[in-house]
Each structure stands twice: as structure tokens, then as C-alpha cells.
């Protein structure tokens, strides 16, 4: 939130003629239900800002004002400033809907001291599912031999997010067709192939924690207070760790297998359709997705900018500032894919996310969990 106050004072220093309010909503839940009841109601914020995987519900009800125009007539910022992968995310039948903030990927984030007490080595890019579940091993611990684990070598939550990446690393596929889905793909040789490395970790090397283990302290929490060697999160995790965490810690790309992937995590400024000061709301995405705009926030740790210029700078790769490899997100961006752009995806990716949970902790076969889940879900797809 800090981060964003920053942004709001320094665009009132430009525009003192405007005001501005932040409205911090905890809870991407909470977030969408408020939002769909301000629309709703025709009194929304003038400004949102909206994961990829969730604009396309309000695209989709034309409560959001595409931008692309006003994008196209602007003297701050042109569509080639941004990385591609960023702005097609936020493109609903072909028009540009919201401008992207950040192009995040999902990374490991790992507690230097633990591989260096453990002697192992840190991690690298091109390393393998083995070479990851190897060194989650030796860095699971029981360090006074009463049989409970005090130190787990991983920790990543049994979500469709988590998972795509993988399934994508061994050649299958999330979906039958990004540009028009009607099912979930996740029952294919390929996907299963994934599945069974992902869900190993939990239910056949323990090397995260269980159910009861995770619901006890979360596997974030184990990581900040160096209970946790390996974490999996996008760029979001930064500001937290540089300040919670006595320890010295890094990041790393993904594990990989056939091929290397990671997904897109990515927010974007959207304007309703139903704001009543659209030129005012217009100047400040546009001023927050300037190159002074996008570097207050990345200061903070907390976005990779999708602003080229921006990403490749000093205020985003500061080398006095952790993670020392922030260069690995820039790295990663050509191997990042997205989920698709479809107005019910935030209900698929509830309803995945509990299969794969059972899957994930034992409580059914991976194989049972990955099939349940294309069933479960197809409606959803074909009811958009």
C-alpha cells in the first residue's frame, strides 16, 4: 500500500487539481465481490486495478472502457514502451482493455543459509525436477529426531496457477484452445506426467508441508521465519521478505523439464465504463504507467514494471537491493505463458484449485483429482 501512496503523492504533485483516494480492499475475493456491487450499483471507482485473470468478467458485462484510444493519443506512453506478453493479456476481442502495470512470473525464492548449512548448491538456471526434488530432500529436517519435521525443503500452494507451468514444461496443455476454451486438458499423458511430480512432493517425499502442517502455519510464514529452504512466488513476495526476513535469500527460475515455462502474473489499470470523470481517471493511469509512475512502485520491491525501459533499470535491478537476481524475472519473460482471457475463469480456477488440493494432500489419486477437474469445470467454460 506504501508503494501506492508514493505513486498518488507524486501524481498530486503534478496534478494538484485532481484528487485522488485509495481504496484498499484485502482479499482478491473480497475485491471482486465489492467491485461487481459498485458496478452494479453505477458507482464504481474511477481507476481499478485487476489481475489479468479476473478483467474479462467485467469486459465482458462492458462495464470497463477500452483504452486503447486513449493509449493511442497519449504523449507519455505508447503501446511498443511495453512488453507484448503484457499488453495482449489484457486484450478483449482484440481490443486493449486496461494497461498493464507489471509482467510478473512465477519464481522459487530460496533461503541462502539453509542450502549453505545443508551444503548444497543453489540453484541454476536449466535445473531439472530431479536436481529440485533432490535438493528439497536434503533440506527437509528433522533436526532433534522426534520423528515431526522442523525444516521442509519446499512450500508451493496446490493451485491451477502452481501447476500450469509444469504441465505446459512437459508438453500438455491447461486448455483444448487458449482462444476459445470448452475444457480443461489436465487428464492427458502429459499433464498426469506433471501432475505426478507435483503432487510427489507432498504425498510421496514429503518435502512441503501436509494439510495439517500447512493449515497450522503457512508455508509463506515457514519461509519468512527460515523454517523453509524453497518458496514459489511471483514478484509480489519482495517487499515482504526484504523486510520480515533475517536471512539471506535469492530467487531462481522455475525447475524444468521437456521445455522451460513459467505463467504470467500481471495487474492492470482499467477505467469503467460507468466513471463519470473518465479524462481525470485517464490521467492517472497514464501517469502511473509512465516512466516516473512505473519506478516508484518497482522501488518498493514489489512489480516487475511492463515497461521496457523501466524493467531494465535502476529503480527494478538495484543492486544494493535483494533479490540480487532480480535479472532472472527479466530473463524468464520469453517463456511466459497466460491462462486465457474468459469472463468465468475466477470460478474454473476455484473449482481446479479444490480438486487439485485434495489431489495434492492424498486425499484422492493425482490421476482421480486431474480428471475430476476437467469434469467439474466445463460448464463454467461453456456457460460464458
Known amino acids: ?77 505508447k503501446e511498443a514502451d511495453f512488453y507484448p506478453q503484457a499488453m495482449q493479456a489484457f486484450k478483449w476481442q482484440d481490443e486493449l482493455m486496461c494497461i498493464p502495470q507489471n509482467i510478473s512470473s512465477l519464481v522459487v525464492y530460496y533461503n541462502k543459509d539453509l542450502f549453505d548449512q545443508a551444503g548444497v548448491a ?82 510421496k517425499y514429503h518435502v512441503v508441508p501436509n494439510l495439517e502442517q500447512e493449515t497450522s502455519q503457512d508455508s509463506e510464514s515457514r519461509f519468512i521465519n527460515g523454517q523453509l529452504a524453497m518458496f514459489f512466488n511471483s514478484r509480489r513476495g519482495v517487499p515482504t521478505y526484504r523486510r520480515s526476513a533475517a536471512f539471506d535469500w535469492d530467487v531462481a527460475p522455475l525447475p524444468q523439464d521437456r521445455e522451460k515455462a513459467t505463467i504470467l502474473h500481471a495487474d492492470a489499470y482499467c477505467m469503467p465504463s460507468a466513471s463519470k470523470s473518465k479524462n481525470a481517471a485517464w490521467t492517472f493511469i497514464e501517469f502511473a504507467n509512465s516512466p516516473e509512475g512505473q519506478a516508484i512502485v518497482a522501488e518498493s520491491g514489489r512489480t516487475v514494471p511492463s515497461l521496457i525501459s523501466v524493467a531494465n533499470s535502476a529503480a527494478f535491478l538495484d543492486p544494493n537491493s535483494k533479490p540480487a537476481s532480480s535479472q532472472v524475472f ?43 477437474v476437467a469434469n467439474m469445470t466445463q460448464e463454467s467454460l461453456i456457460g460464458k
Open 1 to 77: 500500500m506504501s508503494a501506492y501512496q508514493k505513486l498518488v503523492d507524486s501524481f498530486k504533485q503534478t496534478h494538484p487539481e485532481l484528487q485522488v483516494e485509495l481504496i484498499q480492499i484485502p482479499g482478491q475475493s473480497d475485491y471482486r465481490k465489492r467491485l461487481a456491487a459498485d458496478i452494479a450499483a453505477g458507482d464504481p471507482a474511477d481507476v481499478l486495478l485487476i489481475n489479468y485473470r479476473r478483467f474479462a468478467t467485467f469486459a465482458n458485462a462492458g462495464a470497463l472502457e477500452p483504452l486503447g484510444g486513449y493509449l493511442e493519443n497519449s504523449k507519455l506512453i
Open 122 to 203: 543453489y540453484p541454476v538456471n536449466g535445473w531439472t525436477w530431479d536436481d529440485f526434488t533432490a535438493a528439497a530432500q536434503a533440506l527437509t529436517i528433522d533436526s532433534n529426531s522426534d520423528g515431526q519435521t522442523d525444516q521442509f525443503g519446499a512450500g508451493l500452494a496446490p493451485e491451477l496457477i502452481r501447476i500450469a507451468p509444469f504441465i505446459w514444461q512437459a508438453g500438455g496443455e491447461v486448455v483444448d484452445d487458449e482462444s476459445n476454451p470448452q475444457a480443461l486438458t489436465l487428464a492427458t499423458a502429459e499433464a498426469l506426467h506433471a501432475a505426478d511430480f507435483f503432487f510427489s512432493l507432498q504425498t
Open 330 to 372: 527479466l530473463d524468464e519473460i520469453p517463456y511466459i505463458r497466460a491462462f486465457p482471457i474468459h469472463p468465468n475463469w475466477a470460478e474454473v480456477e476455484e473449482i481446479a484449485d479444490n480438486e487439485i488440493s485434495l489431489g495434492f494432500y492424498g486425499q484422492v489419486p493425482y490421476y482421480d483429482a486431474m480428471s475430476r
